[in-house]
Nanobody
Framework: QVHLVESGGGLVQPGGSLRLSCAAS??????????MNWYRQAPGKERELVAT????????DYAESVKGRFTISRDDAKKSLYLQMNNLKPEDTAVYYC?????????WGQGTQVTVSS
């Protein structure tokens, strides 16, 4: 069974920073073969793709709204995904989800709340 567990969310003031982590577990889970993504969902809005990183990390892409502020990275040896978020804005407030995707399967974490407010 595969589990993705996010951590690192919290309350931060505008202009602040947070680093989200996603730890993957599962005896048969081949983390390095998955494209890893961060999504977010704000209240009353659709879930949106924030950042994506392929395996082995040679292709990275970001939503326009976070380019230049967020950095996605992965450590395949630790089966971990990260999202460094700088210069946070109130509109970044959302539940952030870790996602692992291959052609025929996909997994989600339970989400971590990020609130940007003064």
């Amino acid at each position: 069974q595969v589990h993705l567990v996010e951590s690192g969310g919290g309350l931060v003031q505008p202009g602040g920073s947070l680093r989200l982590s996603c730890a993957a577990s599962g005896v048969t889970f081949s983390f390095s073969s998955y494209t890893m993504n961060w999504y977010r969902q704000a209240p009353g809005k659709e879930r949106e793709l924030v950042a994506t990183i392929t395996s082995p990390g040679d292709s990275i892409d970001y939503a326009e709204s976070v380019k230049g502020r967020f950095t996605i990275s992965r450590d395949d040896a630790k089966k971990s995904l990260y999202l460094q978020m700088n210069n946070l804005k109130p509109e970044d407030t959302a539940v952030y989800y870790c996602n692992a995707r291959r052609t025929y399967d996909m997994y989600w974490g339970q989400g971590t709340q990020v609130t940007v407010s003064s």
